[in-house]
């Protein structure tokens, strides 16, 4: 076991939080806090200068600027050309869409039943007395306003970010991920705080959020997370029937890797004294839904985070599902084609050692956005052996929106990759197919949580909230590209 945590996030010289861009992904990496941000690559610079000088090109022709032009389909076709160009093909995209819409719609295929189980914002009345600011490890408030502020100077195309906590609240979440994407269904979840009452969205804040938004819509649109945090012991338990008796909660979130006030390490959730008395209040509760935060490692020792304790867990509760957060992966690996990627391979090698486990899924969180665009070779190899290990019905889409702006690049990104036919043949993947991607997009997601698809397709367009989107949409989506995490170089 590792001493301390390597893999962390530190605020260090020259990161700020925020990036703007006219391009409709990001071209750098973005970090969410639960991992370090690394320096834009030769690779992803390319791939940017690639996307301006096109747009600047097929912009004036359609009569747009390159501004403009990059918030249409084109930019996103533009995108996806210039990451083929430069990383090879990994995405079903043609020329011909970057300047003919009806032809990017037309490639683009029927519309996806889109779950997304990792949606975030930060609540208004987290940490009001900055008591974060002298606890160990912890990032304040008032630091990271600072640093945005700061990074405002430096960094022109933050002009107009407001370099308040608005930028991530719950009214952006909303528009970013509702009104500017194809996002049918979210699972509200918070990051950690000193303890869960007090985390970045508490609780009984997640579930009032669904519960709002469930009523102006009048359809079932989102559910939220509870939180568990067994090294309290006897008070995470009392917390557990709180939570599910008075608000109702759909699913568990956990961080193994990040303790709550006065632990000095984490937990695993296969340790019979700490964890099994949680999981056998779970069972009791009748909320059988555990999401582990695993892989990107939060707290003061990376190892918690590894996912090798999901498996003898699983064992000992077959009726639990769970649900490990980030697909486990440890880090991003910037430039390696290797077929190992860390922590997510040697959990796969693991699980088809017990190819009768049936009740672990893998959350694509952060880890498809980041990897797919800094090295869909990674990508590529992730997905293969995941769906390989796991099966193509036990992988979940997630993007931890808002940190990375509106999850619709992710979903563009996804709707057109594919794993090139050179690793099919040498590794045995399986090809990503629209059924595999259909699974993946939301009916895997359905399934564990018990969504009508069906009557959801049926119910959106009826409901107040589609409503608006369909409103906006007359007048033309206006996403940010903004990107809310941290960015370096």
Known sequence: MTADNRHGFRIRPGMRRGSRTEVPLPTRLVSNEEFPPLPQTAAQREVEDRILSAAGRLG???????????????????????????????FDVLAVEAADTAAFQARRGDPFFIFDVQLHYVGGGYDPGDAEAGRKGAVSKQALLGLRRQARRLNPKLESDRGTLADLSWENMVKEVFLDSETAMGLISTPPGPYPQAAVVPPKEMTHFRDEINRVTQ?????????????????????????????????????????PKGFDHGWFVDDEKVAYPMLERARKLGVRRVCLHKGLPLGPVADYNHPRDLIKAARDFPDIDFLAYHAGLLRVPPASQSADVPWTTELCAMKKKAPGLRNIYLELGSTFGQLVTTNPTACAHLLGQVIEAFGADHVLWGTDSIWYGTPQWQIEAFRRFEIPPALVEKHGYAPL???????????????VFGVDVNARRNEIPKDYLSRMKMAYLEDGPAPSHRWYGWVTG
Do not use: C
């Not at 501004?67 to 430069?86: D, E, I, P, W």
């Not at 939180?227 to 709180?242: E, W």
């Open 60 to 90: 004036p022709r359609l009569g747009l600027d390159r501004r403009n032009f990059l918030r249409t389909s084109g930019g996103m076709a533009v995108s996806l050309l210039a990451m083929n160009a430069v990383f090879g093909r990994f």
């Open 219 to 259: 359809s079932r649109r989102m559910l939220a997370h509870g939180l568990i945090t067994p090294q309290l012991g006897q008070a995470d338990l009392d917390f557990m029937d709180l939570q599910a008796s008075a608000l109702k909660v759909d699913a568990w979130k956990g961080y193994t890797g990040a303790p």
């Open 433 to 447: 197919t629209r059924p595999v991607k259909e699974q993946i997009f939301g009916l895997n997601a359905a399934r």
